[in-house]
């Protein structure tokens, strides 16, 4: 069992930016490959984007590319999202998870609620 807690989420105005973090308490966390989705009300878990376990290798959604920066810092056991120029569709509960074989990913956090208005 790995546990993951997101945080950084809050209401900002499009155009804005803010940086989720996501702790994880997995004993080497550099084995896993760790990710990003959202979830809007009544809609299905989307990928946002993800990062190797070394930092290396990065992969990002369609609609975030250029905006959004993954990384993380494996002596911190953690993993960021950096959002850039925020939009009204960007607005979800932003879940953070952890896989050691994609493409499943086996643990995940309760979320962190982000919410861009107009």
């Known amino acids: 069992q790995v546990q993951l807690v997101e945080s950084g989420g809050g209401l900002v105005q499009a155009g804005d930016s803010l940086r989720l973090s996501c702790k994880a308490s997995?004993?080497?966390?550099?084995?896993?490959?760790m990710g990003w989705f959202r979830q809007a009300p009544g809609k299905e878990r989307k990928f946002v984007a993800s990062?190797?376990?070394?930092?290396?290798?990065?992969d990002y959604a369609d609609s975030v590319k250029g905006r959004f920066t993954i990384s993380r810092d494996n002596a911190k056991n953690t993993v960021y999202l950096q959002m850039n120029s925020l939009k009204p569709e960007d607005t979800a509960v932003y879940l953070c998870a952890a896989a050691r074989r994609l493409p499943e990913y086996s643990y995940w956090g309760q979320g962190t609620q982000v919410t861009v208005s107009s």
């Open positions: 997995a004993r080497t966390f550099s084995i896993y490959v």
């Open positions: 990062i190797s376990g070394s930092g290396g290798s990065t």
